[in-house]
C-alpha cells in the first residue's frame, strides 16, 4: 500500500510552479540556489522564497553543449541549458542568483550564467580543517548578506535570521524523521518516493506549509508500517546510495536498483540524508550568523579536502540503516567525487566488509541496459534476484 499523500508530493513541482508565478505577482522575490552550501535563512530573513535551481533532466543539455563542452557534468549542463532556453520556470522567476566555488566547471559555468541573472558567489575554503576556514567562510556569509540587502532593498536583522533558523530546522527535521523510518526493514517507503520527496521541498513556495505535508506523510508512513506493510519483502537487500545528487529527472539508478530487487534505504547525498542532518544552533545568545555559517561548513561534500566527514557519515548510516551494500553514484566528469569512490570502497570494504559499486553515467537512456547488467550483477552478490 502506497501512502496517500504521495500524490500530492507528484504533483508538487508542477504545482509549486504556479505557485511561484502568484508570488512573483503578488510582489514576493525569489532568489535561487544551487547547492546544499547556499544558506536558505539568508534568502528567508530577507523575506525572499529560496528555490532549488540544478538541473536534474535531459533535455536542455543540446542546449548547453552549444556552449559548454560535451565531456562536462550532466548537472553543470542541465543547469546552464535550463537557463539559456528558459524553460525552466523556476530560474525565469529568480531575480538573484546564489552561486559557489565547489567545483571548477560551476565556476566556469557561473561566469556565463552571471551575463543572463544578477549573481553572487560564495567562495568557500577548500578544507574545512584548515585554519581561519571557519572565519573565512562567515566573511563570505556576511558578504552575501550584503549583496541580498543591496538586491532586494531590505535589512536583515539578527530576529529574521533566528526566526529563519528556526523554519529551516523544522523543515530538515521532518524530512529527517522520514528518511529514519526507512531504518526499519522491510522500508516501508521505496527509494523513488523517498527521493521525490526530497527533491520536491526544494520548490515549496511555503516552507512551513511544505513541512507540515511532510510531517502528514511520516504519518501515514509509520501507519502503513505499523499494519506490516511494505512495497518490499523481507529479505530485499538493503542498499545506501551515496555520491552525487539525485533528483526527479536523473533517478534512473535509483529505479533500476528496485527494479533489479534491491531496496534504496538511504540516500547519504546532498539530496539527501547529508542535509538533514545538521541543524543550525539556535542558541539566543550566539550570532546567528555564525551559527548559521558553522552549520554550513559541516556539509561532508567532496569538493572538501580531506572530506573525512562523509566517511564518518557513511560509518554511522550503513549501521543505523541496516545496509547490505553501497552504490557510490558518480555524475560524469565529477572528478572530486570518482576519485574519492576509492576512499570511499576502502571504508566500506575494509571497515564494513560490504559490497560496494561505483557507477559513471549522465542524464541520457544510452547506457541503461549496460547498468541494468551490473546493477542486477550486483543485486546477486546481496543476495537478491
Known amino acids: 500500500m502506497r501512502p496517500e499523500m504521495m500524490k500530492i508530493f507528484e504533483n508538487m513541482r508542477s504545482d509549486n510552479a504556479l505557485s511561484i508565478q502568484s508570488a512573483r505577482e503578488s510582489g514576493l522575490r525569489v532568489v535561487g540556489i544551487f547547492c546544499a552550501y547556499s544558506p536558505m535563512e539568508l534568502v528567508i530573513a530577507a523575506g525572499a522564497i529560496p528555490v532549488s535551481l540544478c538541473g536534474t533532466r535531459q533535455e536542455p543539455i543540446a542546449a548547453a553543449e552549444k556552449v559548454l563542452p560535451r565531456n562536462l557534468c550532466p548537472l553543470i549542463k542541465s543547469s546552464f541549458g535550463f537557463a539559456v532556453t528558459d524553460t525552466c520556470p523556476y530560474f525565469r522567476a529568480s531575480e538573484f542568483i546564489i552561486a559557489e566555488t565547489t567545483c571548477d566547471g560551476k565556476k566556469k559555468m557561473f561566469e556565463l550564467l552571471g551575463q543572463i541573472k544578477p549573481l553572487h558567489v560564495l567562495h568557500l575554503p577548500q578544507g574545512t ?33 533566528r526566526s ?28 523513488l518516493d523517498m527521493l521525490t520527496t526530497i527533491f520536491v521541498k526544494g520548490f515549496n513556495v511555503d516552507k512551513e506549509e511544505g513541512t507540515g505535508l511532510i510531517n502528514q506523510l511520516a504519518d501515514q508512513v509509520r501507519n502503513i508500517a505499523a499494519q506490516g506493510i511494505s512495497p518490499f519483502s523481507k529479505g530485499t537487500p538493503r542498499i545506501l546510495l551515496t555520491g552525487c545528487p539525485v533528483g526527479i529527472g536523473s533517478e534512473k539508478v535509483v529505479r533500476l536498483l528496485e527494479e533489479c530487487g534491491g531496496s534504496v534505504v538511504c540516500f547519504e547525498s546532498c539530496s539527501g540524508i547529508k542535509t538533514m542532518e545538521y541543524l543550525v544552533d539556535e542558541d539566543e545568545n550566539r550570532d546567528p550568523m555564525e551559527a548559521i555559517a558553522e552549520r554550513y561548513l559541516r556539509i561532508p561534500c567532496s569538493c572538501m579536502s580531506p572530506n ?11 549501521h543505523e540503516y541496516g545496509v547490505d551494500g553501497v ?18 570502497r576502502r571504508h566500506v570494504k575494509d571497515n564494513f566488509g560490504l559490497p560496494y559499486i561505483q557507477l559513471e553515467t549522465d542524464y541520457s537512456t544510452s547506457d541503461i541496459e549496460q547498468l541494468k547488467t551490473r546493477i542486477s550483477a550486483f543485486i546477486e552478490i546481496l543476495g537478491g534476484s
Open 129 to 161: 580543517n584548515r585554519p581561519g576556514a571557519l572565519r573565512w567562510w562567515l566573511e563570505e556569509l556576511y558578504l552575501l548578506k550584503e549583496r541580498l540587502e543591496e538586491h532586494l532593498g531590505v535589512a536583515i536583522s539578527s530576529d529574521d535570521l
Open 164 to 191: 529563519a533558523i528556526r523554519i529551516c530546522n523544522r523543515e530538515r527535521t521532518a524530512l529527517k524523521n522520514l528518511h529514519e523510518l526507512n531504518r526499519l526493514n522491510p522500508a516501508p517507503l521505496t527509494g
Open 308 to 318: 573525512p566527514g562523509r566517511l564518518e557519515l557513511l560509518g554511522r548510516l550503513i
Open 327 to 344: 552504490v557510490d553514484l558518480t555524475w560524469q566528469a565529477c572528478h572530486t567525487y570518482i576519485i574519492e569512490g576509492e576512499l570511499v
